[in-house]
């Protein structure tokens, strides 16, 4: 049984791919790691490296409970989960934003004014209960917060919210349900992240792979330095 490997959870699909795709670049194994295969772990015995193929939203977890050493995540999943990690480096791919989005025609009516819009319903529905919850409260506005699993934009197209909070790349999506952004919240990238004992106890180890990430990352500057 190999021991003292550095852990390294990596979520599934997109987000995952170009992780793998970063890890190449920064000298990292990888040969024969696919983040859509049927198994969920690969470990390099020689340079003592493992990697756990997670959900991304089971990411944080397995950093934050010491289960991962490091981890790759999107920061939209990071602010959502509220993990007690290190959050090091900002990566740069997998970008997205977090936005408030309404129809278009109640937004219209409400003369573009989210305080306007809120006088009438309250409903805000959302995959991400935490970020949204944030968001109004920093800004003094009461609102029912509706946590939905997927199909954000069906919530006020069927009556079930005025507004949704989600993540939009392109806009299609809600252009397509006739919706319009009202409010930007945050942008999101991917973010290496380190578990707050491991990143202690095995600093140097683990530095040399943060390093080696920043530099493919092409982050020559210092780590972000800041916790969730």
Known sequence: MVTNLLTLALPKGKLGQDALQLLQAAGLPVEGVATEARQLTFTFPAPGIRYLICRPTDVPTYVEYGAADLGIVGKDTLAEAGADVFELVDLGFGYCRFVVAAPRERW?????????????SRRVATKFPRVAASFFQERGLPVEIIKLHGNIELAPRAGLADLIVDIVSTGRTLKENDLVEVAPIFSSTARLIANRVSYRINYRRLTSVVEALKRAAGQGGEKIATTN
Do not use: K, P, V, W
């Open 108 to 120: 219209e009516e409400a003369g573009r004014s989210l305080e306007n819009l809120l006088a009438g």
